[in-house]
């Protein structure tokens, strides 16, 4: 990196361990060679990144996904009328997705990364919450990374979600299930995978995983629980409060994230775009499969 790029745009650590703001770019613009490559480098480097007030539209915001690659479809949730990759994320009755997840882990090319947009922020609460999962990784004592080392997980949609803890319309909780599960998905990941740009490991953990190969359910969910810890211990977390028209971009190999369900029955609503990711690959050079 150049100082000339370093002054001209600006990056802002806002912690320890992951997360930074951009500053001085305009995502409504159409972004030149040296500013998406300082985007792509600043997500690998930081994990996710943030701009703010931006108030992107749909087509601004597909434009902006495409610096990091090609965006693709929920695999099963449609996106919005007039919209091609759009998924929308709104919640109401105070519900939110209030568990640790790297998005779409259930299928064996998971999205690289995801662009999410502020278009409704309540007035209080509402943030999100992203880990470093290379550095939960390292952060585990040699005995527990040899277990990890060899463990492949499997991870499904037809999990058991939350929502209707905050949600008395139970009726809508269906519905959104039923389109969530239409097609049932089933992959086996390994437990760590060599991120394929920077060739640090990360743990594939998160709400998708129903089991580990090879180990009871009991045990399983014991070692899933002592794994996750690391993920989710606060020092290797950084908050984003949102404000109304901010963009996050999150390297989704690499990061868990986490929307406490703290804004009582305020409406809170972002669009998300995915881009198309890549097989993981084990450390002994295997790639995930469905199962």
Same mark, same amino acid.
């Given at each position: 990196?150049?100082?000339?790029?370093?002054?001209?745009?600006?990056?802002?650590?806002?912690?320890?361990?992951?997360?930074?703001?951009?500053?001085?770019?305009?995502?409504?613009?159409? /972004?030149?060679?040296?500013?998406?490559?300082? /985007?792509?480098?600043?997500?690998?480097?930081?994990?996710?990144?943030?701009?703010?007030?931006?108030?992107?539209?749909?087509?601004?915001?597909?434009?902006?996904?495409?610096?990091?690659?090609?965006?693709?479809?929920?695999?099963?949730?449609?996106?919005?009328?007039?919209?091609?990759?759009?998924?929308?994320?709104?919640?109401?009755?105070?519900?939110?997705?209030?568990?640790?997840?790297?998005?779409?882990?259930?299928?064996?090319?998971?999205?690289?990364?995801?662009?999410?947009?502020?278009?409704?922020?309540?007035?209080?609460?509402?943030?999100?919450?992203?880990?470093?999962?290379?550095?939960?990784?390292?952060?585990?004592?040699?005995?527990?990374?040899?277990?990890?080392?060899?463990?492949?997980?499997?991870?499904?949609?037809?999990?058991?979600?939350?929502?209707?803890?905050?949600?008395?319309?139970?009726?809508?909780?269906?519905?959104?299930?039923?389109?969530?599960?239409?097609?049932?998905?089933?992959?086996?990941?390994?437990?760590?995978?060599?991120?394929?740009?920077?060739?640090?490991?990360?743990?594939?953990?998160?709400?998708?995983?129903?089991?580990?190969?090879?180990?009871?359910?009991?045990?399983?969910?014991?070692?899933?629980?002592?794994?996750?810890?690391?993920?989710?211990?606060?020092?290797?977390?950084?908050?984003?409060?949102?404000?109304?028209?901010?963009?996050?971009?999150?390297?989704?190999?690499?990061?868990?994230?986490?929307?406490?369900?703290?804004?009582?029955?305020?409406?809170?609503?972002?669009?998300?775009?995915?881009?198309?990711?890549?097989?993981?690959?084990?450390?002994?050079?295997?790639?995930?499969?469905?199962?």
């Amino acid at each position: 990196m150049t100082n000339t790029t370093a002054v001209q745009f600006g990056l802002e650590k806002v912690g320890a361990r992951l997360g930074a703001v951009i500053h001085g770019m305009d995502a409504r613009q159409s /972004l030149d060679a040296e500013q998406q490559s300082f /985007l792509r480098d600043a997500l690998l480097r930081h994990k996710v990144i943030f701009l703010r007030h931006q108030h992107l539209d749909d087509a601004q915001h597909e434009i902006l996904s495409r610096v990091f690659g090609e965006p693709i479809r929920h695999p099963t949730i449609p996106a919005p009328d007039g919209t091609d990759f759009i998924f929308d994320v709104k919640s109401r009755h105070g519900r939110s997705t209030d568990s640790w997840h790297t998005d779409v882990t259930f299928v064996p090319n998971y999205p690289k990364a995801s662009i999410l947009r502020a278009v409704q922020i309540p007035p209080y609460g509402g943030g999100t919450i992203w880990a470093n999962t290379a550095t939960a990784y390292d952060d585990l004592p040699e005995p527990l990374k040899a277990l990890a080392d060899t463990a492949w997980a499997i991870h499904s949609n037809d999990y058991d979600t939350n929502f209707h803890k905050h949600d008395a319309r139970k009726e809508e909780i269906a519905d959104f299930r039923a389109a969530f599960v239409s097609t049932i998905y089933r992959t086996e990941h390994p437990v760590v995978r060599v991120h394929p740009e920077t060739g640090e490991r990360t743990l594939v953990l998160g709400h998708f995983v129903v089991g580990l190969r090879g180990i009871p359910t009991r045990q399983a969910n014991r070692i899933v629980e002592i794994l996750q810890d690391y993920v989710t211990q606060i020092d290797n977390t950084v908050i984003w409060r949102w404000q109304p028209g901010d963009v996050a971009i999150w390297d989704n190999r690499a990061t868990q994230h986490y929307a406490p369900a703290d804004f009582d029955e305020e409406g809170r609503h972002l669009r998300r775009i995915t881009v198309e990711g890549d097989i993981p690959v084990s450390i002994d050079g295997r790639q995930s499969r469905p199962f």
